[in-house]
């Protein structure tokens, strides 16, 4: 098991930057994936940012350059251990419900994991 913990939502205005954290713990060893995705109101969960154990990143297509994602890992191993999102030139799309993500592989199986989520909220 691997629980998710986000912080560092809140309310913003236009063109402003937040930084978003998510801490894994449990079996972190197994991870794989960490990353981020969003949901707005009616709409459907789309990609955010997400970084393998490869150091690779992939970017959701709106994202534009104006989002970074970052991870920590474990005693300088490859094991995923905390994620950071750092958002910049925030518009009032990006308003959403942010989640941590993280994929594991174990006993042969993949299994998805997903954070309690944070707020953002662009507004003026």
């Known amino acids: 098991q691997v629980q998710l913990v986000e912080s560092g939502g809140g309310l913003v205005q236009p063109g402003g930057s937040l930084r978003l954290s998510c801490a894994a713990s449990g079996s972190i060893s197994s991870i794989y994936t960490l990353g981020w995705y969003r949901q707005a109101p009616g709409k459907q969960r789309q990609l955010v940012a997400t970084?393998?154990?490869?150091?690779?990143?992939?970017?959701?297509?709106?994202v534009k350059g104006r989002f970074t994602a970052s991870t920590d890992n474990r005693n300088n191993t490859n094991i995923l251990s905390t994620t950071y999102l750092q958002m910049n030139g925030l518009t009032f799309e990006d308003t959403a419900v942010y989640l941590c993500?993280?994929?594991?592989?174990?006993?042969?199986?993949?299994?998805?994991?997903w954070g309690q989520g944070t707020q953002v909220t662009v507004s003026s």
């Open positions: 970084t393998g154990r490869t150091g690779n990143t992939m970017y959701g297509d709106f």
């Open positions: 993500y993280a994929r594991r592989y174990d006993n042969g199986r993949w299994e998805e994991y």
